[in-house]
Nanobody, 128 residues
Framework: QVQLVESGGGSVQAGGSLRLSCAAS?????????MGWFRQAPGKEREGVAV????????AYADSVKGRFAISQDNPRNTVFLQMNSLKPEDSGMYYC????????????????????WGQGTQVTVFS
């Protein structure tokens, strides 16, 4: 059973930075291995933030975070990170990590419906 454990959320002033981590375990080896970060604000739908093809390297980002957020990985630790810089109040929400072994174009993975395995989430609050 796939397990995803997020950490690193918190409260930060606008313009500040946070680094989220997601440790993955329990999945069997697959030629496809994708991980991604999503967020959901109260009353809004879950949206894709950043996704990573862990085997081949391509990434995709939501337009709203391009140039500010960066997704990366530590392969030996099976951990994916989301470095968030220049944070804005509209970045606030619950951030979720997800894992998938389905084959798809990297941009399409920003759609939360493609993901079947989710972590519990970590809260990010950006205050002005």
């Amino acid at each position: 059973q796939v397990q995803l454990v997020e950490s690193g959320g918190g409260s930060v002033q606008a313009g500040g930075s946070l680094r989220l981590s997601c440790a993955a375990s329990g999945y069997t080896y697959s030629i496809n291995n994708y991980m991604g970060w999503f967020r959901q604000a109260p009353g809004k739908e879950r949206e894709g933030v950043a996704v990573l093809d862990r085997r081949r390297g391509p990434t995709a980002y939501a337009d709203s975070v391009k140039g500010r957020f960066a997704i990366s990985q530590d392969n030996p630790r099976n951990t994916v990170f989301l470095q968030m810089n220049s944070l804005k109040p509209e970045d606030s929400g619950m951030y979720y990590c997800a894992w998938s072994d389905r084959s798809a174009q990297i941009d399409s993975y920003l759609n939360p419906r493609l993901w079947a395995h989710w972590g519990q989430g970590t809260q990010v609050t950006v205050f002005s």
